[in-house]
């Protein structure tokens, strides 16, 4: 189905070792928060659930092909993180990486939770509460570290 809106920018990001081979995530970056609300709800097909009162997205999914007498195979996209120009500061950007490390943890362990510190995480809510606390954190080093004369202007 076309979209009403295009992206700005579309790219993959690689969560394993191998760069550019392997699992990975598409990255799509629009110019406004409209626009991307609009490519999301229209994307409701596939699976996606963006509410309005979102900054940003990360969605994960299986894309799996299906052949009569062959065995099924599921491909290597296993996600898509939704992004726009008014909230694409290092906090919500890894913040919404959090969620795509998810993806990358539940496809490699076969599982919907991960075990984390000894707890298997399944719920939506442990999953978004730590990403919210690792934007804030990378957000508030990253600011420092430009204070700082460290990281360079």
Not at 66 to 74: E, F
Not at 86 to 112: F, N, P, Q
């Amino acid at each position: 189905m076309q979209k009403s809106v295009a992206p700005i920018a579309h790219f993959r990001v690689y969560p394993g070792s191998q760069q550019r081979s392997g699992l990975y995530l598409t990255v799509v970056v629009f110019k406004t928060r409209a626009e991307m609300l609009t490519y999301c709800r229209e994307s409701a097909n596939a699976g996606y659930q963006c509410g309005d009162n979102v900054n940003a997205a990360c969605h994960s999914f299986d894309r799996i092909v299906v052949r009569a007498g062959k065995k099924d195979r599921k491909l290597p996209h296993i996600g898509e993180i939704h992004l726009h120009l008014d909230a694409i500061g290092i906090g919500v950007l890894s913040h919404e990486m959090a969620h795509g490390a998810y993806c990358w943890l539940r496809r490699k362990l076969r599982t919907e939770g991960v075990r984390f510190f000894g707890k298997v995480i399944y719920d939506m809510t442990v999953e978004e509460k730590y990403a919210w606390v690792l934007g804030n954190l990378v957000r508030q080093s990253v600011v420092r570290l430009y204070e700082l004369g460290i990281y360079p202007r």
